[in-house]
């Protein structure tokens, strides 16, 4: 078979450009792509010998990390429900280096994939104005608790779905000739403008402090994007003074929710949604809210007697109601810890802790390289530069300071990881000597 020429090439090739539509459709979607995806990727790396797809420092590193996730499972196994996203974790890391191996093999990277993800950002930002200004959007979903949500219905996570989304659109962009193209410079920088806009109106906090990191990491990395990013914050300030201007039928007030609300919380003074019997605690700092700690204190509750190996993937969620765990007025319990690295603490305990925190200096150490290659580079490098972008994603979404979803959450997990392919295909662009 010629692979060069093959359907499957394209269909898998096409597969991961419109990756993030299989998302939005719903995880049934994108999981079946997946595991199409993995199948038929490590056919033809095995079939083909092609030992730098898997023997390499990132490929042992996540090997590491998810034998320590499996052990972790096994060793707390509380039922199968709970221990199968363990046991089959390894497909999520995988899924990086297939993105690797299809983007070598279809090189996907025209103005046909720029206009596809024009057309996808302008449907999202018109239903979710229509949503905003309206109470409903084009298929009739309503505002759900005061926040949008687009096409995702009762899920509010619109705002996080954009925020992973649009790097990729960058790095689509940047590799395709329609980036020096002045017209579509400025099309894109009005849809990147309204699209934080979007996520500002979405209420989700953690997206819209993210979002500027993005933006900051990747102003600090990459000379030649900083004017960019400049008029792009510029147009978000004017396009939110004169959208927010207009009444909504719900009266949805995003600045008071990011701000006021949430400065109400770490001090303790939103009595809004404090029972009774917890307004003594007003005027102490929290971190993020009276709940979030709650999670964390009992976070480490159960850390305490799962130190090294911690307690299964979903252990937090079995064992929080545990009456040897519990705060007062069982505070706390619920499905996951709602921050990444306590998660992964409580999960893998010690051993996978120290795992997540070496990536995370690994990044910033990457941000830093970056930046000096960046510097050193006379014209631009649209390699170098769409690596810039995918490190700043995975900085994002590895930020150890902010409330997040479970992470290893099927849909979370596939969109977190989904940057790192894109990183690991330009790095063994740049430097090719760091996969031998």
């Keep these: 078979m010629n692979f060069e020429n093959n359907f499957f090439k394209n269909f898998f090739g096409i597969g991961l450009v419109i990756f993030p539509l299989f998302l939005l459709i719903g995880p049934l979607i994108a999981e079946l792509f997946l595991t199409f995806f993995l199948i038929f990727s490590f056919f033809y790396i095995i079939k083909d010998k092609q030992e730098r797809f898997y023997y390499n420092k990132a490929f042992l590193f996540f090997l590491i990390f998810y034998f320590s996730t499996l052990i972790s499972t096994l060793i707390n196994f509380y039922d199968l429900r709970s221990s199968i996203s363990g046991i089959f974790y390894f497909r999520i890391p995988l899924f990086a280096f297939s993105i690797w191996f299809i983007l070598e093999k279809s090189n996907f990277f025209d103005k046909r994939i720029v206009l596809f993800y024009t057309s996808f950002f302008i449907i999202i930002i018109f239903d979710s104005l229509l949503q905003f200004y309206t109470g409903r959007n084009l298929l009739g979903f309503e505002i759900t608790s005061r926040r949008i949500s687009s096409f995702f219905n009762d899920?509010?996570?619109?705002?996080?779905?954009?925020?992973?989304?649009?790097?990729?659109?960058?790095?689509?962009?940047?590799?395709?000739?329609?980036?020096?193209?002045?017209?579509?410079?400025?099309?894109?920088?009005?849809?990147?403008?309204?699209?934080?806009?979007?996520i500002f109106l979405s209420g989700e906090r953690s997206s819209f402090f993210l979002l500027f990191l993005f933006f900051f990491?990747?102003?600090?990395?990459?000379?030649?994007?900083?004017?960019?990013?400049?008029?792009?914050?510029?147009?978000?300030?004017?396009?939110?003074?004169?959208?927010?201007?207009?009444?909504?039928?719900?009266?949805?007030?995003?600045?008071?929710?990011?701000?006021?609300?949430?400065?109400?919380q770490v001090v303790g003074r939103d009595a809004e949604y404090l029972q009774l019997d917890k307004k003594k605690v007003i005027d102490k700092f929290y971190l993020f809210s009276h709940d979030h700690q709650s999670h964390y204190k009992l976070s480490f509750n159960i850390f305490k007697d799962h130190i090294l190996l911690g307690s299964g993937v979903k252990g937090f969620r079995n064992l929080c109601a545990n009456k040897i765990y519990t705060l007062n007025?069982?505070?706390?319990?619920?499905?996951?810890?709602?921050?990444?690295?306590?998660?992964?603490?409580?999960?893998?305990?010690?051993?996978?802790?120290?795992?997540?925190?070496?990536?995370?200096?690994?990044?910033?150490?990457?941000?830093?390289?970056?930046?000096?290659?960046?510097?050193?580079?006379?014209?631009?490098?649209?390699?170098?530069?769409?690596?810039?972008?995918?490190?700043?994603?995975?900085?994002?979404?590895?930020?150890?300071?902010?409330?997040?979803?479970?992470?290893?959450?099927?849909?979370?997990?596939?969109?977190?990881?989904?940057?790192?392919?894109?990183?690991?295909?330009?790095?063994?662009?740049?430097?090719?000597?760091?996969?031998?």
């Design 155 to 198: 899920e509010l996570i619109l705002g996080g779905f954009l925020l992973r989304t649009l790097p990729i659109f960058l790095i689509y962009f940047v590799m395709s000739e329609m980036f020096y193209d002045k017209k579509m410079n400025i099309l894109l920088l009005i849809l990147i403008a309204f699209t934080s806009f979007i």
């Design 217 to 264: 990491t990747l102003f600090f990395i990459s000379k030649d994007l900083r004017k960019f990013i400049s008029y792009v914050m510029i147009s978000f300030i004017i396009i939110s003074t004169l959208l927010l201007n207009f009444e909504n039928p719900n009266n949805i007030d995003p600045t008071n929710r990011m701000f006021k609300k949430t400065y109400n």
């Design 329 to 436: 007025n069982e505070d706390g319990c619920t499905s996951h810890p709602h921050n990444t690295y306590i998660q992964i603490l409580v999960s893998n305990g010690l051993i996978g802790f120290f795992l997540i925190v070496l990536v995370f200096f690994y990044v910033l150490r990457e941000i830093f390289i970056s930046r000096i290659r960046l510097r050193k580079n006379e014209d631009f490098n649209k390699l170098d530069v769409s690596k810039a972008i995918a490190i700043s994603a995975i900085f994002v979404n590895i930020w150890p300071f902010v409330p997040n979803g479970s992470f290893f959450n099927n849909w979370l997990s596939m969109i977190y990881f989904y940057p790192v392919g894109f990183y690991l295909y330009f790095k063994y662009k740049t430097e090719k000597n760091f996969f031998k």
